[in-house]
């Protein structure tokens, strides 16, 4: 059945309908119905939404409105008469695509304070993209919401116009699972106590206002697997504590003004699959040498630190890496060709900013997966050893501007025209055969051997009958 072309996001067969039951379930009371319908009109005051949904709110919801049903007893019987068993469990704003279409938000969004107040069933609270208009809105955090046994999931999802202390939004949560706060006006410092959940596997806080320190008590969540504060304005140190977190798959605390040394203590992150801690302030002390000791690490970032040193040779460990962000990092020295000989699941290089020097490694073009690699400004020299049909394959994700030093061949560049290789500058090909001359021997007698060689035979004839 085609949804409606006026409001794609209304439910045309309830599951009452699908799934017939011979026992009525029991209707959501008159008072959490009411709040429901309150919460609604200040997300969207142009819907008349009492008017669409005239009965239960459980048996016929918009989409993102859930409900549960609770009894004192797995035995007891569904009827009319049972009071308060059905309850919202969920709710979701915002629109997402035409295939989850939650209610969605107007220019006006705002929160009714009755979303703290009367819903003590609730698990999960979404909001995508419902706060963006010019008013700031924001709530009271004064007191516990009636969620904060029962809530595992909370969202809120490239809400500009959302402006309010962090720790508003976390109010002594027990049962959270899921926090994600990303692309908000949330400003303030991170709570030291976010939750009393011990199940709590993801922490999202990015592209916020967040100030301050990351606090190590996070080290207390052991179950965490993703953890990820970046494009804030946290500043001091990375706490060492972090590295306690055995389950985190996921660590992200890019873009930010954390100083000092990145923690040798991550060593002990043995799941890590991500690791981003770019663009900081991190100092000259080397690209750290214990993520050669995490097996299972698929990307790393550690690009606008200033770590400085050379790229060591120590590859062969990493066979899963597929990402490797190490821009800008005053990095100098050559390019070791055993990252190529051992990163065979390389998808993206970026080298690009630093002071590296030499030749560019051949094997190179023998990773299959490689799909990306920015080498620009640097100081590698001598010619591009890529094929045509590697330079095809990669095309303006190959990027070696900003090496003056660098050339290619005359047959490569006309493959090759256009693109930033057809632009660099020609290799000079040389007629002049290398010689292992021995010691002590001057260097004009070298130069005469070799300008002798590129005579022409007529040459050397016309000189033969000259002389004798």
Known sequence: MAPSPLFPWLPLVTLLQIFPISTQLPLLSPLERDSVFQVLHSINSAVPWRTLFPGDLCSSPPHGLVCDYFFDSPNTTLTLTDPDAAHVVQMSFGFLSDYSGNPPCSSSSTINPLLFSSFKYLRKLFFYKCFTGPRAVSFSGDTSPAFASTLEELVFVDNPSLVAPLRTLFANFTNLKRAIVTGNGVYGQIPERISDSGRIEEITLSRNRLSGHIPASLSKLKNLKILDLSRNFLDGYAPESIGNLSELLKLDISCNRISGRIPESYLNLEKLEFLDVSFNRFGNFGIPEFIWAMPRLKEVH??????????????????????????????????????????????????????????LPPEFELLETLKEINLENNKLSGRVPFSANFSSKIGGKLRLRGNPELCVDEELKKVTNGSVLGKMKLCHQSNITEHVFPSGCSSSIMLASAKFQSFPLIGVLWILLVKF
């Open 302 to 359: 550690l690009s606008g630190n200033m770590v400085g040193g050379q790229i060591p040779e120590i590859w062969e460990k990493l066979e899963s890496l597929s990402g490797i962000g190490f821009s800008g990092m005053g990095l100098t020295g050559k390019i070791p060709p055993s990252m190529a000989v051992n990163l065979r699941s390389l998808s993206y290089l970026a080298l690009d900013g630093n002071s590296l020097e030499g030749k």
